[in-house]
Nanobody, 125 residues
């Protein structure tokens, strides 16, 4: 079975940076895939944050564009989410998810076949 394991979450101050990692097992990221980060703030719905695919396309939610960078290391089967200039409203559980094929502009959680358990990010003001 495919497993996605996130790491790198934690508590930071507003304006600081954090990098999340998601390592896949049982699945080769070098295959045709879409790999995305989602987040779910407390009391709110889960939303897409950023995505990348095997065609090297990347996409970002408007709220994080310019602050977040998604990247991947196929040799390590790992995708990263670099988050800069964090704000308290970015406090959420961050999830890694994947599906076969190329990322769409409006991929949602229900479309992602493989999902991680999440890592908590807390940003204090």
């Amino acid at each position: 079975d495919v497993q996605l394991v996130e790491s790198g979450g934690g508590s930071v101050q507003s304006g600081e940076s954090l990098e999340l990692s998601c390592t896949a097992s049982g699945y080769r990221l070098s295959d045709s895939y879409c790999l995305s980060w989602f987040r779910q703030p407390p009391g709110k719905e889960r939303e897409a944050v950023a995505g990348t695919d095997s065609d090297e396309n990347t996409n970002y939610a408007a709220s994080v564009k310019g602050r977040f960078t998604i990247s991947k290391d196929d040799a390590k089967n790992t995708v990263y989410l670099q988050m800069a200039s964090l704000k308290p409203e970015y406090t959420a559980m961050y999830y890694c998810a994947a599906r076969a094929g190329i990322c769409g502009r409006n991929d949602n959680w229900s479309q992602m076949k493989f999902r991680g358990q999440g890592t908590q990010v807390t940003v204090s003001s």
